[in-house]
């Protein structure tokens, strides 16, 4: 019974007061359904979000893999405090981070993330005769600044969130945001002008 | 600057995500992965005995876990000889070197008799008691 309400709540994008106890008592079946949704749902937003960590097309797409994989098997731990979304996002962006922190990251990808960001500064390069130039130097610009102040204003201006809701995901509270997003402005404005 | 940043969303869709796209294989391989994959120690530890049934090698157990959706020792095989250590210690498994300088490990009399109590709470999983008894099971 508590299933089925959970299911339908969730096709909301969020759970709104369900139990502590309903996620728990979810069977395989369920818990797949309840993957699925979060995929089609989420999983577009999850790789642009992991993508904007990474900087590198095949990491982002392995990485958000581990990411539904590891979501699938925590949904016992999922209490319902928060909202799914939030959740989610919270684990993809650890994940993300966990991942550019790891030996493995920093030790035997280096080269190859090097490689990979010269690959895609090419093809937006190539892109730059077809369309607006200054958008794709904002682009690049952002892709390069430190993860700290990349991510506020990715959470910021690309996915249009509050101070608040940047300050639960990223575990921050808001003056920390507030200055991050204004250092990442005059860092961004800099390199822009140089 | 405010003015380029709230275009930020149009001009990453237009840059960056402009090929990047969570499609229906993705999805596949995440639900293939997450039905595959084994959840908790005990588990881990239980597919480790099935796999003992035959002479392995540390890094041969990491592979065929992994095969088996335990993919947190693909990284990190420090784990899983921290693991194979306890079990040893616990006399559920024993080990060797052969004469190639190499450990393998196998079932010890305790960790057969888990693996037999397992088997039979759980009829899936008789594919290796078979193995272990050549085919009586």
Same mark, same amino acid.
């Given at each position: 019974m508590n299933v089925y309400r959970l299911i339908d709540s969730w096709k909301g994008g969020e759970i709104v !007061?369900? !139990? *502590?106890m309903t996620v728990e008592i979810l069977g395989n079946e369920d818990k797949e359904a309840v993957l699925n949704d979060l995929m089609n749902t989420y999983g577009q937003e999850i790789l642009r979000l992991v993508y904007s960590y990474v900087n590198d097309k095949e990491m982002a797409e392995d990485l958000t893999q581990e990411i539904f994989v590891k979501c699938y098997k925590s949904l016992h731990t999922y209490k319902g405090n928060a909202k799914i979304k939030t959740w989610l996002w919270r684990i993809a962006i650890n994940h993300s981070k966990d991942y550019l922190k790891s030996w493995h990251n920093k030790n035997v990808i280096v080269s190859e993330n090097e490689s990979t960001n010269t690959n895609t500064n090419k093809e937006m390069i190539e892109q730059l005769v077809i369309q607006k130039e200054d958008d794709h130097q904002l682009v690049i610009a952002i892709m390069n600044l430190p993860i700290k102040y990349r991510e506020v204003l990715y959470l910021f201006y690309? *996915? %249009?969130?509050s101070l608040k809701e940047l300050s639960v995901l990223i575990g921050k509270n808001e003056n920390t945001v507030k200055t991050r997003l204004r250092r990442a402005k005059e860092l961004l404005k800099e390199r822009l002008e140089e | 600057m405010e003015n380029r940043l709230i275009k930020l969303k149009k001009s990453m869709d237009q840059t960056v995500?402009? %090929?990047l796209n969570f499609t229906e294989q993705h999805q596949n391989e995440i639900r293939e992965k997450a039905k595959n994959t084994i959840e908790n120690d005990n588990e881990i530890t239980l597919a480790i005995l099935q796999l003992l049934v035959n002479n392995r090698t540390g890094h041969e157990l990491a592979l065929l876990l992994n095969a088996r959706g335990v993919s947190k020792f693909v990284d990190a095989e420090g784990m899983l000889y921290t693991l194979l250590h306890e079990l040893e210690h616990d006399k559920c498994i024993q080990s060797n070197w052969n004469e190639s300088k190499v450990k393998y490990y196998y079932l010890a009399k305790k960790g057969i008799g888990i693996l037999r109590k397992s088997e039979i709470k759980n009829t899936e999983k008789q594919v290796s008691l078979k193995e272990l008894f050549g085919g009586e099971a």
């Open positions: !007061g369900v !139990g *502590e690309y *996915e %249009n969130l | 995500f402009s %090929n």
